[in-house]
């Protein structure tokens, strides 16, 4: 797996720096996962999707990191720890990875990828994946979520971690871009659109998926008035003990 920033191109796993055996991404594993553990309290938790079943490392209580956040760093780019938890939306573009054999061979690029299932999901489709994110310890999580539910030859060849920015400029060509409940902050929209067009190879698509708020039925109109062909659809989606309505929408660049 290669870990990089898309704004720098700063590669820090080059390609072929990690030999796809399972001793060498075990041995990995119990390092990265140690480090996690020494900033947060972690558990282990199964998530069962169209079958298949999910092993995720996560945050225990996600309240906690919200109660450490820095005001002064908030202030400044309203970072929140939306990564810490597995989310209903997750739960439903994960399923519809599972489920779209056109992902096979495709370049994806995930966006907001938080713990990795949508992208872990995408990556057992046979997509090539780039999961990206902001935050660099989500990305440490993400990564080590990858390890524990893809074989190495997969990890080796398919995966890809890389720290992400959409506010800046972002180069790479995909065919499909995913993102799961990203579209909470109205100032994000444009320059996740920008994005769009940057990364979008010709005759490529978005998958969105959203908790049917309004801010994200917002989202979806200005991506229409921008260009997009937008096509939504409703799916209930039931994720520990609760019955969820989520939005996929698929966005085409006209």
Avoid at 166 to 187: H, K
Avoid at 194 to 220: C, M, W
Wanted: net charge negative.
């Amino acid at each position: 797996m290669v870990r990089q920033d898309f704004r720098s191109a700063a590669t820090i796993f080059p390609p072929g720096a990690v030999p796809a055996s399972e001793d060498t991404y075990a041995s990995l594993l119990r390092e990265k996962r140690s480090r996690i553990a020494s900033r947060y309290d972690i558990i282990e938790k199964e998530v069962e999707v169209a079958g298949t079943l999910f092993s995720l490392i996560k945050v225990r209580d996600s309240n906690k990191l919200v109660d450490e956040i820095d005001p002064k760093v908030f202030a400044e780019d309203e970072r929140f720890p939306y990564w810490a938890d597995i989310w209903a939306s997750s739960i439903e573009l994960a399923r519809y990875c599972l489920g779209e054999t056109l992902l096979r061979g495709k370049r994806v690029l995930e966006l907001g990828c938080g713990l990795g299932l949508v992208g872990i999901a995408a990556a057992k489709a046979g997509a090539h994946v780039t999961m990206s994110d902001y935050e660099v310890d989500e990305l440490e999580f993400a990564w080590c979520n990858a390890v524990m539910n893809l074989p190495p030859q997969v990890l080796a060849s398919s995966v890809t971690v890389s720290n992400l920015d959409w506010r800046y400029a972002v180069s790479g060509m995909f065919d499909v871009v995913l993102a799961s409940d990203i579209v909470y902050e109205r100032t994000s929209f444009l320059p996740i659109i920008r994005l769009l067009r940057q990364v979008l190879a010709p005759r490529g698509l978005a998958i969105f998926t959203d908790p049917s708020r309004s801010v994200g039925e917002e989202f979806f109109k200005t991506a229409d008035l921008e260009g997009f062909a937008v096509k939504t659809r409703l799916h209930q989606v039931s994720f520990d003990g609760n019955t969820n309505r989520i939005v996929l929408a698929e966005l085409i660049p006209r």
